[in-house]
């Protein structure tokens, strides 16, 4: 089936099975790998990628319901001069990671929150990332690096 | 002590290390630039799946490859257990096929034809009076007289049954390789591996062994991020041969194979079970008398391994142990952080928490009272530690004799416990190439699992450089680099950071020689500091880090860096303490973690972020496997129940509410023993210390773990407070 689809600001045309599930749509066709593939079974969160600004867990999307949408994975998420988002900056001052696998999930489903709710508490980040499972960092630094992000989001919102 | 030349700085002078350095891997992680192995797409590349065995033990009748290379898009295909093969495991790889995309694999795989004979299995061990002839005795030894010991009419006696089960690694990152030829004789791995340079040389063997020529020079490794390892992934494994040979009939093409989640956690990593019936004495005063445990485990068809009890009070005056091994059919037992530590910890400080609370005493009193017991080196560490853990926990003010009886079905109640690693440096080796433009890069055949392996060698060559940490390029993840051993047993920052040490003191050294001359002094008169090279106590006469280089003119400095070599700079043995502060909910059997205190020593800190990183994160582990893990087997069907996220449950965001409190022995005492090892050490307690906080908190002991509203529920119905 053919889809379009605009990834990262820029508009893709592909023919697709309509088994072919989006994680492997963008990580296979699209070449975005940073999108990870864990549990896939919609449990882990490490696929988690913004479709029309909402977090969805790519391993549960077909490619063929992402027709006409548009896309944000994490190589989506920096600036133009590769200039880390503050969520991307967050995660790394605050030391939100080890290996990293699950992080670009982690930060898709943080952005989810923080557009809903630019004042979150500690209790309201917790409850956005239940969806997302991490196996070596443990989550105290990730819950500090969202709330840095946070503030850094809301910083900039003001000189703006 | 006479100064040995490449020993760690005093402290004062030690720039970086020690200090909180962000890790120099963080932004290439959170922007999506870090590929890790399952996200290795080469040109070509084919996808490889396997058919694994539904039988948990079974002989194979027979084999039919063939409509499966039939099939439209498969490139290869081959059986990797012939017929007459016993299969010891469901889950087991029996055939495989390389396909064009991941679901034309899939569909292949399903048109392979296999007969099974299928054969008796066991699959559960913890009734051991069940396990019949599957059981074998694993060790048996008597120290003093542990029965005048029990039989003294003044001894205070406690017994016990307690089990920790089997549980698997998950990581998030599942088992494989993307391997292809480059021409007959060469081959190019991307490898989920812990063990970078240990790959070629496993898997040359494996292939000679199956006749196919490859020599280990001409096998390239590459690792550059891995999704977890925990001990699960330093073999290359059946699955890596196997892509190798699906590669090489695919006319060299790369072939991804990564194990599906369901495969992952059936067959790839095992952590065998512990259970046992324990009996400890003690006099009226609380000082432990004596020992006894009978205990067996499983660790698959192989051996179950020995958990060494009594855990750190190795010299009770009288101990008796016996130990079974069961052999089962669940799979092959892999290393799980900490081999063996967990399961100990749980048998001994279980049985002595409750030995205290027959002998109506402070748990932490009691260790306290008895911690002459454990080996001298480690007696006054563990003394400071116990002390720090209950002042940061509040111990004096939370903790209550066994059983809340605040009114209510919310009980809480605390736990303490404590464990010991080794961490030394294990054998390894580093490139240290200082160029006359002044850049410097340090390479290494070892890996980063995200415990900060090249944040440490930064920090160690720049302090040693006199230059900021992000001056230094660190080059490893690959076989082509020196040798180092395997991330495992907590071995890679002692090692690390020593070859890194010996490597940039070296090359420090042959800098001041090409530079002294324009300084008018010795090579021996110069000192690196500030990016600056310098006389010694005297900045007026110094050249710029770069100015200095390019006295090198045309030479590049290159050294090697090696370990273990010469002055001490690392150790080994490590103790900590921890406290588990727990809510029960009586009326679910819902056990939450209020807060978590963790105390540790590792010797000299490189980077202390990166090191309350891996406390942080065996903590969470530790919760995991204290209220939620385990291989679930069935032995109706002999195989496991769970073998997908969503059953095999690890501990969520929501799961931990409460604070994780961490706490780093450092200073005089501790620094000067040098670098040890972290990774296993936090992982070893949480288990007894959420046991024992549960109890406290109940008023009776949840003899199992997890710690599920099950077994709460179930221990309750036979006591506790209420």
Not at chain 1, 86 to 111: D, K, N, R, S, V
Not at chain 1, 126 to 155: D, S
Not at chain 2, 466 to 480: M, W
Request: hydrophobic letters at 40%; a neutral charge; glycine letters at 12%.
């Amino acid at each position: 089936m053919k889809i379009r689809v605009k990834i990262n600001g820029v508009t893709r045309e592909d023919d697709v099975e309509p088994r072919l599930l989006l994680v492997h749509y963008l990580r296979e066709l699209a070449g975005l790998t940073g999108t990870h593939i864990g549990c896939e079974t919609s449990i882990c969160g490490a696929c988690t990628v913004l479709m029309n600004g909402a977090a969805v867990k790519s391993c549960t999307v077909l490619a063929v319901q992402a027709d006409g949408s548009e896309i944000t994975t994490i190589e989506g998420l920096s600036g133009r001069n590769g200039q880390l988002h503050p969520l991307q900056q967050g995660f790394w001052e605050e030391h939100g990671l080890q290996c990293g696998y699950c992080t670009p999930g982690m930060i898709l489903a943080a952005h989810q929150l923080l557009s809903r709710n630019p004042h979150p508490s500690r209790a309201e980040i917790r409850k956005a990332l239940e969806g997302n499972l991490c196996r070596c960092t443990g989550y105290q630094h990730i819950v500090k690096a969202v709330e840095w992000a946070a503030e850094k989001v809301r910083a900039q919102a003001e000189h703006a | 002590m006479a100064s040995c030349k490449y020993d760690w700085p005093a402290a004062g002078q030690r720039d970086a290390i020690g200090k909180s350095t962000d890790r120099i891997d963080g932004p290439a992680k959170v922007s999506g630039r870090a590929k890790y192995t399952y996200d290795i797409n080469r040109p070509g590349m084919l996808f490889g799946k396997m058919l694994t065995c539904p039988h948990a033990h079974a002989k194979i009748k027979s084999i039919d490859v063939s409509p499966a290379l039939k099939h439209p898009g498969v490139k290869a295909a081959l059986v990797i257990q012939d017929v007459g093969s016993e299969i010891q495991w469901a889950g087991d790889e029996i055939a495989a096929v390389a396909a064009v995309d991941e679901a034309t694999a899939e569909d292949a795989v399903r048109l392979i034809r296999v007969e099974y004979d299928v054969l008796p299995h066991l699959v559960r061990e913890e009734n051991l009076s069940k396990d019949g002839d599957r059981a074998k005795p694993a060790g048996e030894q008597k120290v003093g007289d542990p029965d005048k010991a029990f039989a003294d009419p003044e001894a205070v006696i406690s017994e016990g049954f307690y089990g920790i089960p089997v549980i698997t690694h998950c990581c998030l990152e599942t088992h494989g390789n993307v391997v292809e030829w480059r021409g007959a004789d060469s081959i190019l791995t991307h490898s989920s591996t812990q063990n970078v340079s240990g790959i070629p040389s496993q898997l040359g063997a494996a292939l000679r062994a199956k006749k196919i020529n490859v020599q280990d020079s001409n096998i390239e490794t590459i690792c550059q991020y891995i999704g977890g390892g925990f001990g699960s992934k330093f073999s290359i494994d059946r699955w890596g041969v196997v892509a190798a040979e699906l590669s090489k009939q695919a006319g060299g093409k790369p072939v991804k194979l990564m194990l599906d989640r369901d495969e992952d956690l059936e067959v790839a990593g095992a952590r065998p079970s512990y259970f046992g019936h324990v009996k400890v004495a003690a006099s009226k005063d609380g000082t432990l008398t004596a020992w006894s445990s009978e205990t067996w485990g499983t660790g698959g068809p192989g051996p179950s391994g020995v958990p060494p009890v009594p855990y750190i009070l190795t010299n009770i005056p009288n101990i008796y142990k016996k130990h079974t091994s069961v052999s089962t059919n669940i799979g092959p037992a892999r290393a799980w952080r900490a081999p063996n530590h967990p399961q100990a910890c749980l048998m001994t400080l279980a049985a002595l928490d409750d030995l205290a609370a027959k002998l109506a005493m402070d748990a932490m009193e009691f260790l306290q009272k008895n911690i002459h017991l454990a080996p001298s080196y480690l007696v006054n560490t563990y003394q400071q530690e116990l002390s720090k853990a209950a002042e940061l926990s509040e111990w004096s003010k939370y903790w209550h004799p066994r059983g809340d009886k605040t009114p209510g079905h919310l009980k809480r109640g605390l736990g303490v416990s404590l464990h010991t690693w080794g961490g030394r440096g294990h054998a390894g080796s580093c490139n240290v190439i200082v160029r006359p433009d002044g850049s410097v890069t340090v390479q290494s055949g070892t890996q980063d699992l995200g415990t900060g392996t090249r944040t440490v060698i930064a920090v160690v060559a720049a302090s040693t450089f006199g230059l900021p940490v992000d001056a230094i390029q660190v080059e490893i993840g690959d076989s082509r680099y020196p040798f180092d051993g395997a991330s495992g047993g907590s071995t890679t920052v002692g090692a690390a950071s020593a070859w890194t040490r010996r490597g940039s003191v070296d090359a420090l050294n042959e800098l001041f020689a090409a530079v002294a001359p324009s300084l008018g002094v010795q090579a021996n008169q110069l000192e690196a500091r500030d990016g600056r090279i310098q006389v010694q106590g005297n900045p007026s006469k110094s050249l710029s880090w770069k100015d200095a280089c390019a006295k090198l003119g045309a030479k590049t400095i290159h050294t090697v860096g090696k370990n273990p070599g010469p002055c001490n700079l690392g150790s080994v043995g490590v103790g900590g303490v921890q406290v588990a502060d727990v809510t029960v909910d009586t009326e679910t059997g819902k056990v939450k973690i209020n807060r978590l205190v963790a105390v540790q020593d590792c010797g000299l800190i490189i980077d202390k972020l990166t090191a309350e990183s891996q406390v942080y994160g065996g903590l969470i582990m530790g919760v995991c496997y204290s209220l939620f893990e385990e291989k679930v087997m069935d032995q109706t069907i002999g195989r496991m129940l769970n073998a997908n996220m969503e059953f095999y449950k690890l501990a969520g965001i929501g799961d931990i509410g409460g604070e994780l409190i961490v706490h780093m022995m450092t200073g005089p005492g501790y620094d000067e023993r040098g670098v040890i090892g972290l990774g296993e050490p936090p992982v070893i307690s949480p288990g007894a210390a959420i046991s024992n906080a549960v109890a406290n908190a109940i008023g009776v002991r949840v003899s199992q773990l997890p710690l599920t509203p099950r077994r709460v529920l179930a221990a309750l119905a036979k006591g506790g407070i209420a």
